[in-house]
């Protein structure tokens, strides 16, 4: 395997222009490097812009200023090697389970019976194999969200971008697709960008968690999480060194965290 | 539940007294809906006898407002004897083909036109403002202009179905695609289509929900639309009938024609839902059907 880093970003700055007319700076002068096979969290608070980050390294929106390379290249539209998990439900409500987890294929030219035959792997994967027929709006949301998954590891991708991916779920739920995130991507060798608010969830699932200052976010402090792998969420949350952790990165993150709410009150008064 | 104690202490089976209110809670469903469908028939009968009677007593002039029982000889001697222009299926089919030619015609036009402005910010920026212009204007009007431009044949007929249907199915197709949610189209972006399947895959079956809600609407247009223009001047259908009945004072065939009209267009609406729930398969059921 070479050294290229899979993600980096290089003073990277977005802005938006707001319904109003007025510039909205989402991200401000980013730098993060992701390398190859590496589980990156990113917490801070919210809205703060850690999304853009994610459709910056997509494609899904360019940079206003600076660099966004993937595999050494700079990113131009939408590359194929990036897999995306939504907030939102994304799947199409209109397509069965096995037609959702094949669309990716499809899309890409893969002929019909190849493509069924993946999809049926992984719907197999993430336990789905019994519902294929099924339409979203007959799943629960932990189901669709397992469906979401599928949908996007069965492109094979070798960047996988998530987006609060969870926290739509209830707590229980939550804490079992962790752990299926974990088991799924254990087998790819694809690096992940993990964008979260929850901070036990980052800390259980990255390598590397990279706290956000409060918008218009850049990076405020990176911390290595030392804890060996394999691990199950539910375990590795009561070792004293997670908890070490919690309460330094808590430190980072928490001064974010009330900035952003002083700000919110100012304007509220 | 004091009822269910009450059985309890009675000493019945426990099991005995759920099935017996599910079973008088059937019953109880069946029953409304019964009394639905008979007080509808009712308030029928009642309207229909009410007219009746005061034609008969001349409490209403029977000759300006007709009376059902010569409606329906009007109808039975069209349906027996035909109608001075022909038979009366050749009268419905001649309606029924041009309000469904203009209908498939305006219903394409307005599907694909709606989905391409939707879809490309130009097109809308440079056609918006014109379409909002002609949609001012009161299209049934141009009726008569069709009528000099494609003559008395169904084409003058088929154009004024084709105006009317157009633009309901223009909008609604071009909200459809521009409320697409957009997490579906950015995942399906990532997942690797491209513009065009985008299109096919993503926003044609996101905006078929609204696209359908005007087909209903829609449907009821092309009808006026080909009535009115058979009306102005035809050499058969629906609207010729009603015009040459009026032409010769006749009331009772100016309704007959109406009744005629009501049963066709209900029929199709009928055939168009039954199209609906085939397609909307995927869609969680609505809470009112269980009406």
């Known amino acids: 395997m070479n050294t290229t880093p899979a993600i980096e970003l290089t003073g990277a700055t977005k802005r938006f222009r707001t319904p109003s007319g007025a510039l909205h700076t989402a991200v401000r002068d980013l730098d993060l490097t992701v390398a190859q096979g590496e589980f990156v969290a990113v917490v801070g608070p919210t809205g703060c812009g850690k999304s853009t980050t994610l459709t910056l390294v997509s494609g899904l929106e360019e940079p206003t200023e600076g660099e966004v390379l993937v595999y050494g290249e700079p990113v131009r539209g939408i590359d194929p090697k990036v897999g995306f998990v939504f907030q939102q439900d994304a799947v199409f409500p209109w397509r069965t389970v096995l037609s959702n987890v094949m669309a990716g294929p499809r899309f890409r030219g893969v002929p019909a019976a190849e493509a069924r035959e993946r999809a049926r792997d992984w719907l197999g994967r993430v336990g789905l194999a019994a519902f294929e027929d099924r339409y979203p709006h007959q799943l629960s949301g932990g189901m669709r969200k397992r469906v979401a998954l599928a949908q996007t590891f069965v492109n094979d991708p070798a960047i996988l971008l998530m987006d609060e991916p969870f926290s739509a779920l209830d707590v229980q739920t939550r804490a079992l697709m962790s752990d299926q995130l974990l088991e799924l991507w254990a087998g790819t060798g694809s690096s992940v960008v993990f964008v979260t608010h929850d901070l036990d969830e980052a800390i259980a699932l990255a390598d590397r968690v990279v706290v956000m200052t409060a918008g218009p976010a850049t990076v405020k402090e990176i911390f290595t999480v030392d804890l060996p792998r394999p691990r199950t969420v539910e375990a590795v949350r009561l070792e004293p060194r997670f908890v070490e952790l919690y309460r330094e990165i808590w430190a980072s993150l928490g001064e974010e965290v009330r900035i952003t709410r002083e700000r919110g009150a100012g304007r509220a008064a | ?291």
């Not at chain 2, 009726?143 to 494609?150: D, V």
């Not at chain 2, 105006?163 to 972006?189: I, K, S």
């Not at chain 2, 004072?249 to 029929?267: E, Q």
């Open chain 2, 1 to 291: 539940m004091p009822l269910e104690t009450a059985s309890a202490v009675a000493g019945k089976p426990p099991a005995a007294a759920p099935v017996s209110r599910t079973e008088a809670r059937e019953r109880a469903a069946r029953n409304r809906k019964l009394t639905v469908y008979g007080a509808r028939v009712a308030v029928l009968l009642a309207f229909l006898g009410l007219w009746e009677v005061c034609a008969r007593t001349e409490v209403i002039d029977p000759f300006n407002f007709s009376q059902p029982s010569r409606i329906w000889d009007q109808i039975w001697q069209w349906v027996t004897h035909g109608t001075a222009q022909g038979s009366l299926g050749e009268q419905i089919g001649y309606t029924l083909y041009e309000a469904l030619t203009g209908w498939v015609i305006g219903v394409i036009g307005g599907v694909l036109l709606g989905i391409a402005l939707g879809r490309i910010r130009f097109l809308a920026d440079v056609f918006g403002p014109y379409i909002k212009v002609l949609n001012a204007i009161p299209r049934i009007v141009l009726a008569p202009i069709f009528l000099i431009w494609f003559g008395l044949g169904p084409a003058s007929k088929v154009a004024s179905a084709v105006v009317l249907v157009f633009f309901p199915v223009f909008f609604n197709a071009f909200q459809g695609a521009r409320e697409v949610d957009r997490n579906l189209v950015a995942n399906a972006r990532i997942l690797g289509a491209d513009n065009r399947k985008v299109t096919l895959q993503v926003v044609i079956p996101a905006a078929t929900t609204w696209i359908f809600t005007s087909l209903h609407v829609s449907f009821g247009f092309a009808l006026i639309g080909a009535i009115v223009g058979e009306y102005i001047g035809a050499t058969k259908g629906l609207g010729l009938l009603v015009a040459a009945a009026q032409g010769t004072f006749n009331a009772a065939g100016v309704y007959a024609a109406m009744t005629i009209l009501a049963v066709v267009a209900l029929l199709t609406e009928g055939l168009l839902t039954f199209a609906e729930k085939k397609l909307f398969r995927w869609k969680p059921a609505d809470a009112g059907d269980g009406r």
